[in-house]
């Protein structure tokens, strides 16, 4: 009679088990609602400005962070939804304790009691554990579209940052390409500030470069002459002689005294 008793103890042990299985699987997909709930919270406070700011999509990027967006949006949901699929009310089956039990007891041998309510833990056990697994499967999938959020998020965030820099990239090419002030200045014909000083020249002189000028008048060419030729022969006066302190121009009649 003891492995009998050993079998109902084992068949009790299992059959208790398992109800202590089906309890942390509902609890962990309290766990799961809770966490996911807070990440929609999240997404539903910060999604309207980012899909505000991505619609419409300029550019390939735009769509690849729209498209993730919604890719996290949509594991969130799925995630939510089979958490909250996996707290479905099921019965599970437990040892009762009404009159046909007492009279079970009653009408049979020990030996006969642990053998049939050994039977009976095992037949229960399947129904109970189908009815865990079930629920346990519907907690793995919702763990599964958390990782794939996950990876979605980090390419979202992988994209974001790279359309940044190309935004950024493209902000200083732009400005880059655009005319500083020297560059204006450097842009004119090189005869432009020479241009402008005479036209400034022409302002002063009373032309403000508008009028043309008139055209300048002929001038009849200089007559031809035949060069002039000295008097070969002719004689100049004879040049007087003077000492250092005279001096003719200052004499009364431009005399010179006489010895």
């Keep these: 009679m003891s492995k009998y008793e050993e079998l109902y103890k084992h068949a009790k042990y299992v059959f208790d088990e ?9 609890d962990k997909a309290a766990r799961f609602i809770t966490v996911v709930t807070s990440l929609l919270a999240v997404y539903a406070l910060t999604g309207r400005q980012l899909f505000a700011d991505l619609i419409p999509a300029d550019n390939c990027t735009e769509k690849l962070l729209l498209l993730l967006a919604a890719l996290v949006l949509v594991g969130l949901l799925a995630s939510w939804g089979f958490a909250f699929h996996a707290l479905h009310v099921q019965g599970m089956k437990k040892a009762p304790l009404n009159e046909k039990l007492l009279s079970f007891y009653n009408d049979n041998e020990l030996i006969n009691i642990y053998y049939g309510m050994a039977k009976q833990f095992s037949a229960s056990l399947e129904h109970n554990r189908s009815i865990t697994d079930l629920k346990a499967q519907r907690i793995k999938r919702s763990f599964w579209c958390i990782v794939a959020t996950v990876i ?6 992988i994209a ?5 820099n190309s935004e950024k990239t493209e902000k200083v090419t732009t400005e880059e390409t655009l ?3 020297n560059d204006v200045k450097s842009s004119y014909p090189d005869n432009h500030d020479s241009q402008i000083k005479e ?21 009849d060419p200089a007559p031809q002459t035949t ?18 302190s005279f001096d003719p121009s200052k ?3 431009g005399k010179a005294p006489k010895d």
Excluded: H
């Design 18 to 26: 398992e109800v202590s299985r089906f309890a942390r699987v509902e």
């Design 152 to 157: 979605f998020f980090t390419l979202f965030i």
């Design 160 to 164: 974001s940052a790279v359309n940044a």
């Design 179 to 181: 005319p500083k002030g």
């Design 199 to 219: 036209e400034t020249k022409m302002s002063e002189n009373g032309n403000d470069g508008d009028t043309p000028e008139a055209p300048a008048q002929p001038t």
């Design 227 to 244: 060069p002039e030729r000295p008097d070969l022969d002719i004689v100049a006066p004879e040049f007087d002689i003077v000492t250092e």
């Design 251 to 253: 004499l009364p009649n």
